[in-house]
């Protein structure tokens, strides 16, 4: 009897899953422009293919995307079906439908949930860290730790970000003396953890002390970060594939955890000792503890998660931000003198860091800052460029949640990770025109501001071009904008300010220039000088430069050795 309904109900069900299975990939999100699906894999082996086609296999998914979206002739929405391994992802291409994802509305005051694929970065940032906690939760963490970043109060830190930054100069120098090429991206890590550190703990973490200086923690995370760079095979595999490698993140994460609750034990007990009112250290650790009587487990663990957050996200967006930025002025002459007349006139034609930097510690330096305009429209045109990351969101089945293009079509999106996926929005050619993919910072001139206050409705245009303010989003837009963005532009524009009249770098290896017979760059036709091969971007977390940005450095003709 048993054999007789085993042979009937094995079809049976074997007809039942094909069936589900069919209506789920062929039909669920069958109004989604895409490519052609498997049955079986979805878009995996589409992925696959790219990948493997690919020169640089090891490229940010964020590039496969853009050959994907050409592709299928720019939809503002299409979609990458990655199940079984990961959700179904819809990947959002365009301002208006990433403003209606990204916005407050009534069902979602404080716009649509972060993805759940986030928490596979728990071990980086903790799980209840900032970038992944939703709704009234994220809201309470969001409100203790706003004072320490607030305008007033990031400009009083510029003493910090100065010294730190000198550091930075002496190594630069030491490289220009040798002429021996470096790693340009490690020195900028280096120099915005130490930055970081100090402004969120008030703590030196000596990352660019090198060598023996450098503690344990700075090891134990570059090794954490390390562990997720799409250049190991195994970071491509879904987690349960890769046991030793969650293992050995628990266990990196658990030790960085533990270091980090040491020093806010460390840090609440002193501030307890010394009361409120004489504690010296204004950190965003100590204002977001200052109402705090009793430092509970649970309040340490989401205080551990929220320094983890910062740390991160402080020191990689203003990293990566520095280091296109060089590379990209090192090969377009034109924006390189403006920079550099700019700074003249701002400070003066003395090059000399000292110079620049008692001048940003006296009473005029926040105005000072706000006068590099055309140095500001050069950062936001690399954040539009090269933006670090882009912002997954979710909505779960059945929860109805929808957008409308600009045709006014109904767009169903439950169900799936919705990526607002920032390289392909802030590179529109709808809204930037045929210059969509080109360096150019005079786009932004009449309005080069990169401040919180970019953050604006949506229903208005700013700027000299008209470019609609969802169209730059580097931050993201919305109540989830990044807590760290007046941080971020205050640091690029003193880094800047000191260093771009200082040293003139060159290029080695991957995307190093072009030259003539005569051993000279070659300038093109939009003013950029030629090169043998155009570098493009890696995921290690986040999108970062393929080689660190090689580079070599000799100080300008106007420019002296530091004594």
């Known amino acids: 009897m048993l054999g007789r309904l085993l042979l009937v109900g094995i079809p049976l069900l074997a007809v039942y899953i094909y069936h589900r299975l069919r209506t789920y990939r062929f039909s669920k999100y069958a109004h989604l422009p895409q490519l052609k699906s498997s049955l079986v894999w979805g878009h995996l082996k589409v992925l696959h293919q790219y990948i493997r086609a690919s020169l640089h296999p090891d490229q940010s998914a964020d590039e496969i995307f853009a050959q994907m979206c050409h592709e299928l002739s720019n939809p503002p929405v299409f979609l990458v079906d990655l199940w079984p391994v990961s959700y179904p992802m819809a990947i959002v291409t365009n301002h208006a439908v990433a403003e209606q994802i990204s916005r407050?509305?009534?069902?979602?005051?404080?716009?649509?949930?972060k993805s759940p694929t986030m928490s596979a970065f728990s071990y980086?940032?903790?799980?209840?860290?900032l970038i992944t906690k939703n709704g009234a939760e994220w809201k309470t963490f969001r409100k203790r730790f706003n004072p320490g970043f607030a305008p007033h109060h990031i400009i009083s830190l510029l003493p910090c970000i100065i010294d730190k930054t000198m550091v930075f100069l002496r190594h630069l120098d030491s490289y220009a003396a040798t002429g021996e090429s470096f790693e340009f991206?490690?020195?900028?890590?280096?120099l915005t953890f130490d930055i970081i550190g100090a402004v969120v703990m008030d703590e030196d973490f000596e990352a660019q002390g090198g060598g023996d200086r450098k503690g344990e923690f700075i090891e134990l995370y570059v090794e954490l970060i390390q562990s997720y760079s799409m250049q190991d095979e195994e970071a491509r595999l879904p987690w349960w594939l890769t046991p030793r490698k969650i293992m050995r993140r628990r266990r990196l994460g658990s030790r960085i955890d533990e270091i980090l609750g040491g020093m806010i034990r460390r840090q609440f007990a002193e501030r307890k000792r010394l009361g409120d009112g004489k504690a010296k250290s204004r950190s965003v650790l100590?204002?977001?503890?200052?109402?705090?009587?009793?430092?509970?487990?649970d309040l340490l663990s989401v205080t551990v998660d929220q320094i983890k957050t910062f740390l991160f996200a402080g020191h990689d967006t203003t990293s990566i931000l520095l280091t296109w930025i060089f590379y990209e002025l090192s090969r377009t002459p034109r924006a390189l003198k403006a920079v550099r007349d700019e700074l003249d006139e701002v400070f003066g034609t003395d090059p000399d860091p000292k110079v620049v930097s008692d001048k940003l510690l006296s009473a005029d330096g926040e105005e000072l800052l706000s006068r590099m305009s055309y140095t500001s429209a050069v950062i936001k045109e690399m954040l539009r460029l090269r933006p670090p990351a882009g912002s997954a969101r979710y909505s779960p089945p059945g929860s109805g949640f929808s957008v409308t293009d600009d045709k006014g079509n109904v767009i169903p999106l439950?169900?799936?990770?919705i990526y607002l996926c920032h390289p392909?929005?802030?590179?529109?050619?709808?809204?930037?025109?045929?210059t969509a993919d080109e360096f150019m910072p005079e786009r932004w001139l009449g309005n080069s501001d990169t401040s919180e206050r970019t953050n604006v409705d949506a229903n208005g245009h700013d700027g000299a071009a008209k470019i609609p303010p969802?169209?730059?989003?580097?931050?993201?837009?919305?109540?989830?904008?990044?807590?760290?963005?007046?941080?971020?532009n205050i640091e690029a524009r003193v880094i800047i300010a000191m260093i771009a009249r200082r040293y003139d770098f060159t290029k080695v290896g991957l995307g190093e220039l072009a030259l003539d017979e005569k051993g000279r760059p070659i300038l093109d036709e939009k003013g950029r000088y030629k090169v043998k091969d155009e570098l493009y971007c890696i995921r290690q977390v986040t999108s970062k430069p393929a080689d660190g940005i090689r580079m070599k450095v000799k100080l300008t003709d106007q420019a002296a050795p530091l004594g």
């Open 104 to 113: 407050s509305t009534k069902t979602h005051p404080w716009s649509l949930a």
């Open 424 to 434: 392909l929005i802030q590179t529109d050619q709808s809204v930037y025109g045929e």
């Open 124 to 129: 980086l940032v903790g799980p209840k860290s």
């Open 286 to 297: 100590s204002l977001g503890l200052q109402d705090v009587d009793e430092l509970s487990n």
């Open 185 to 190: 991206m490690e020195l900028t890590i280096n």
């Open 414 to 417: 439950d169900g799936a990770v």
């Open 470 to 488: 969802g169209a730059w989003r580097p931050f993201e837009r919305g109540p989830r904008n990044c807590i760290g963005q007046e941080l971020a």
